[in-house]
């Protein structure tokens, strides 16, 4: 098992803006993703009972289970994110859909100011449940264009080969 490194410097939390998404493989980080929802877990409870108590329930651990992920980003060019939802999805000829590659592995990087990781945390299994291609248009608006992913998983795990970097 890894050891964290300890750096006694730093009594800030780290901030939640500064973060990298990739597709495990690719070396460059899916572009333009300004927000991520939380990275959320839930293991039901089952409650029994002895046969000789009369009152007191017992909690033992059920099924875990991964919300969505919800990723956000500027509408570019880069076609990832509609690439990637319409392999669920066929708009083509006889309606035949071939999964092969809708599932993905990720990883989700949380970066210090300077921009060194000081957190990862790779997503299992990940495919596209919802995919909004843009949001809303008002012509009396002055806001940014966004699209949308929402990503159902089997997991995800801390990487704990991330070392805390000492800060300048």
Known sequence: ???FSKNVERIDPYRNFRFRLFFEGRQEAVAGVSKVSPLKRTTEVVSHRDGGDLSTPRLSMGSTKYEPITF???VTFDPD?????????????DAAVSLKGARRNLILYVLNLQGVPVRGYRIFRAWVSEYTAISELDANANAMLFESAVVQCEGWERDKDIKEAMET
Do not use: C, H, P, Q
Request: hydrophobic share 35%; glycine share 10%.
């Open 1 to 3: 098992m890894a050891k």
């Open 72 to 74: 956000e980003r500027g």
């Open 81 to 93: 994110f509609e690439e990637w939802a319409n392999l669920v999805y066929n708009t083509e000829g």
